[in-house]
């Protein structure tokens, strides 16, 4: 491993940063998801009309959702699609400029997340990197779109080597998420899978875009003479599996701090190989972007057996307090809590306490007896559920609801899964932030999001774990009323404002509509989602992911639906904005079905089918 110098890149002040562009899938690396473009304004925006629209050729839908968000550099739009190819197209336009095709160089697809942009340096020029589920990383030419031949073996990198041998041929290395770009390093982590005692690493890892050597690599489960190693009992940290991460690292450039959000521990629901708390398993790692090295963390489901993973990319905002600006972080997750902390120390900016949760009567199981709860803001999902909030939209679905929830144990935040009777974890593993990180609005102040409120009942059951130990399992329980609504009372999805500076919610407002129920006089319910809002400096909120095929605008400072228009699918994905060679502003977002997520709620994304596609708005 050899030490990350100083490189000059170029172009990185002028064509990276520049709000013309779109050069990271949350804009900037920060993951702000902010634009400084003011063409399209809250006065305007009903004026959107479809500017072009790119049909992929993909099917819509499969294992995964084509969650990608493209990237703008100086009018060219570049992103990866479902049926592994990489697309470049004039950002005016919608036309096709090339197209590189994974199929005849390696297996596998690309990530499912995106691909990056790296400025590169003078006599490289700039490229984009991608990264494979079957564990290669190559860079692409940004004009001709041809491989980079003398990057890795004939222009692939094979992230597997000295990984995952130990495990068998045929272990795979899957990276979901587009790696961050430092200086002239890739840093990224593997989704190492949610079951199995046993297998690879989920170690984040640092790759010279220059040499394709590996300049540092961070142990997800700290080792011995590690910082915080016994975490995982006197045995349980050896070769043990993950835990990985599902989505995107966030960079701090001026201060050369890596931001890494980890998945939950294996077995997912079940402990008992893993007494302690299992550092760095759920938690927020800040590490030295140059180095690899520890320089805080945050635990935020210690001894997960809830299914509680950060699934989130941490969004980098600036909060005033006392007068003085602090560099903070702020991290949603699945359980309904949005966490603020200190960017520099991962101190809680507006505190947070341990509360006792209800222990797990799985045999074996040492469960943790508290976990952490931000003093504010207050939960921006519901955490917990009575018998009274069940879904009461028919006389049928109160009825069917209340009995279900009658044959259950729902014993508020943190409910965990029961091996004697059912329980009912709320907002579950499906609930609170999807994968999509906050926005934030740094006029205002505002970190927006958007939230699910659904629950999850199941009762653990014996398996096997990695062929060897006796483990558990939840196995599922349909919690939902005759009609496949889910058995919670609505909203089901929300969109939340939360002012950085005071920690209180601005705003709260139901994200996305089932029309029927509407026509039956059912205020609107919100639905579902997955993805994640843009919001811009006219105080434009951009933001699909909703079952309902919708796109909409919101007014930033209150939350009102601005605009609204019909996709062909759902968009579960991170919507931008950019400005053509043409001078004109667009928004553009990637529609391409639900997929698994939103599958496993019974109410089904509507319509099901047709391709992805990219579509852009702009104004007549």
Not at 118 to 137: D, F, K, N
Not at 281 to 305: E, M, P, R, Y
Not at 548 to 561: H, I, L, Q, V, Y
Not at 563 to 576: I, K, Y
Request: aromatic letters at 10%.
């Amino acid at each position: 491993m050899r030490a990350c110098g100083l490189i000059m890149l170029a172009g990185t002040a002028s064509l990276a940063w520049s709000q013309a562009n779109w050069p990271n899938p949350g804009n900037d690396s920060a993951g702000t998801k902010y634009s400084t473009l003011k063409e399209i304004t809250p006065a305007n925006v009903s004026l959107l009309k479809r500017a072009w629209t790119y049909d992929t050729g993909d099917v819509s839908g499969g294992f995964r959702p084509w969650e990608v968000t493209p990237l703008v550099i100086d009018g060219v739009m570049y992103f990866n699609t479902t049926g592994g190819n990489i697309v470049a197209l004039d950002a005016d336009k919608g036309t096709e400029i090339w197209k590189f095709d994974l199929k005849p160089v390696a297996s596998g697809r690309f990530s499912t997340r995106g691909i990056a942009y790296w400025p590169g340096s003078v006599s490289t020029g700039p490229r984009l990197v991608a990264t494979t589920t079957t564990g290669m990383m190559l860079e692409l030419d940004l004009k001709t779109g041809q491989l980079i031949r003398n990057f890795g073996k004939n222009g692939l990198l094979n992230l597997k080597a000295g990984i995952t041998e130990k495990f068998g041929t045929n272990t795979g290395y899957d990276i979901e998420a587009p790696p961050a770009i430092y200086r002239n390093l890739a840093i990224f982590a593997p989704s190492t899978g949610e079951q199995g005692r046993y297998g690879i690493p989920g170690d984040p890892r640092a790759i010279d875009l220059f040499t394709g050597e590996e300049v540092w690599r961070f142990h997800a489960v700290p080792q011995p003479g590690d910082p915080n190693f016994g975490a995982w009992g006197p045995d349980g940290w050896q070769d043990r599996k993950g835990p990985g991460i599902w989505t995107s690292i966030t960079i701090d450039q001026e201060n050369g701090l890596a931001f890494v959000p980890f998945g939950n521990a294996t077995d997912q629901n079940y402990g008992g190989s893993r007494p302690g708390s299992n550092l760095y398993s759920c938690t927020l790692v800040a590490l030295d972007a140059n180095t690899g090295k520890l320089k805080w963390h945050f635990q935020i489901t210690h001894h997960d057996i809830f299914d509680w993973d950060l699934s989130a990319p941490p969004t980098l905002i600036d909060v005033m307090k006392d007068g003085k600006k602090r560099p903070a972080v702020a991290q949603l997750v699945k359980k309904g809590l949005l966490f603020i902390l200190d960017r520099l120390t991962g101190e809680a900016i507006y505190g947070v306490e341990e509360r006792p949760v209800l222990a797990t009567d799985a045999p074996g199981e040492k469960p943790w007896p508290t976990q952490p709860f931000p003093i504010k803001p207050e939960p921006v999902a519901r955490i917990s559920m009575t018998r009274e909030e069940v879904n009461k939209t028919s006389p049928e679905a109160e009825k069917s609801c209340k009995a279900q929830y009658d044959n259950a144990v729902q014993a508020g935040p943190d409910t965990p899964y029961l091996w004697s009777v059912p329980s009912l974890v709320f907002p579950s593993s499906e609930g609170g932030g999807s994968w999509g990180s906050p926005a934030f609005e740094p006029a205002l102040g505002y970190i927006i999001g958007n939230t699910r409120s659904v629950g999850t009942m199941g009762k653990l059951e014996p398996m096997v774990s990695s062929g060897i130990l006796p483990s558990y399992a939840k196995r599922k329980i349909p919690f939902d009323d005759p009609a496949g609504y889910p058995c919670s009372a609505p909203p089901w999805g929300e969109l939340f404002a939360v002012n950085a500076n005071t920690g209180d919610i601005a705003w709260r407002v139901p994200l996305g509509e089932y029309e029927e129920l509407t026509r039956r006089g059912v205020p609107k319910t919100g639905t579902p989602n997955a993805g994640a809002p843009i919001v811009t400096a006219t105080g434009l909120v951009f933001i699909g992911a909703t079952t309902d095929s919708m796109f909409r605008a919101f007014d930033a400072k209150t939350g009102k639906e601005l605009w609204a228009t019909r996709l062909e699918n759902s968009a579960m994905s991170v919507p931008l904005t950019y400005q053509g060679k043409s001078g004109k502003q667009y928004v553009a977002i990637t529609s391409g079905g639900g997929g698994l997520g939103m599958s496993m709620f019974v109410k089904p994304p509507v319509p099901a089918g047709g391709h992805n596609i990219v579509v852009a708005y702009a104004l007549p």
